[in-house]
């Protein structure tokens, strides 16, 4: 695809942020839109959104359990940016800033070095980890009723749509995180479980492909970057009102309040 072409199609899903009018699916009108160009569509809303001062924090890897790529109809991972401003406090959360999200249980990790791939190993990984912290990740689509394939969802910074961390960081030495068992609780009744191996057989994994993915691309894994490593179940959709906690063994709890949307939002 040409430079005008992946402009277009950065600038309509833009415009969908703005609108909360969610857009058809890209590969309807662009069959052959590949990952490769779905990637520049990706980077063509990033470079929009630092130009408008917004800080990148880190990355978000999806699409890592078999869970997710069943639910999505996909076959492998993908990553997405993090902006600072995703970050929110899980306290209250305003649902109408979303078109149609859902939540998703993810052990994070925060690096202390950076790491620059390709040819990395997990004992790279492992020793430039800082932490790793229990998160929900709210997942949204700008592309309308989730009809997406692996180029749409990439092409749409992967889904991405905010972070909420929880507040026990743990060093990977404390626990085997790959065993650790995850419950989700949406308004009191569990909806899932799960465990760190349903991502890639364990969540440094997701590490360890990101910063892989990213050294073939020219670009480096930088110290302080926080990093999803990818869904231990499958995602669960929320509205307004809901509250959504999450339980992770050796990670503690995290928790999403749901308030409804707000007259601005809503406006």
């Known amino acids: 695809m040409n430079d005008t072409d992946i402009a277009d199609l950065?600038?309509?899903?833009?415009?969908?942020?703005?609108?909360?009018?969610?857009?058809?699916?890209?590969?309807?009108a662009h069959p052959d839109l590949q990952l490769e160009d779905a990637y520049?569509?990706?980077l063509h809303q990033v470079e929009h959104w630092k130009n408008s001062g917004r800080r990148v924090a880190g990355y978000k890897v999806g699409l890592t359990s078999l869970a997710m790529q069943r639910?999505?109809?996909v076959d492998q991972p993908d990553f997405g940016h993090v902006f600072s401003d995703m970050i929110l406090d899980g306290a209250a959360i305003d649902a109408?800033?979303?078109i149609s999200p859902k939540i998703e249980p993810e052990i994070s990790f925060v690096l202390k070095r950076d790491l620059r791939g390709p040819g990395l190993?997990?004992?790279?990984?492992?020793?430039?980890?800082?932490?790793?912290i229990a998160s929900l990740e709210i997942i949204d689509s700008r592309v309308a009723d989730w009809k997406i394939t692996l180029s749409d969802t990439v092409a749409d910074n992967a889904s991405s749509g905010a972070l909420v961390?929880?507040?026990?960081?743990?060093?990977?030495d404390v626990a085997d995180l790959g065993l650790a068992g995850c419950v989700l609780v949406k308004n009191g009744d569990v909806v899932a479980t799960g465990a760190g191996a349903a991502v890639l057989g364990h969540p440094i994994n997701g590490v360890l492909w990101l910063a892989?993915?990213?050294?073939?691309?020219?670009?480096?894994?930088?110290?302080?970057s926080v990093v999803m490593a990818g869904s231990i179940t499958a995602a669960i959709p929320v509205a307004p009102g809901d509250v959504v906690t999450a339980t992770f063994a050796h990670l503690g709890s995290v928790s999403a309040?749901?308030?409804?949307?707000s007259k601005e939002t809503a406006a």
């Open 96 to 98: 109408g800033a979303f």
């Open 121 to 132: 190993s997990v004992a790279d990984v492992i020793g430039a980890v800082d932490y790793a």
């Open 40 to 42: 520049r569509v990706q």
């Open 257 to 261: 309040r749901f308030s409804p949307a």
């Open 71 to 73: 639910q999505l109809g």
């Open 165 to 172: 961390l929880g507040t026990r960081p743990v060093r990977l």
């Open 212 to 224: 892989n993915m990213l050294g073939s691309l020219g670009q480096t894994l930088e110290a302080g």
């Open 10 to 28: 950065g600038d309509s899903l833009l415009a969908a942020y703005d609108s909360r009018e969610p857009v058809r699916p890209l590969t309807e």
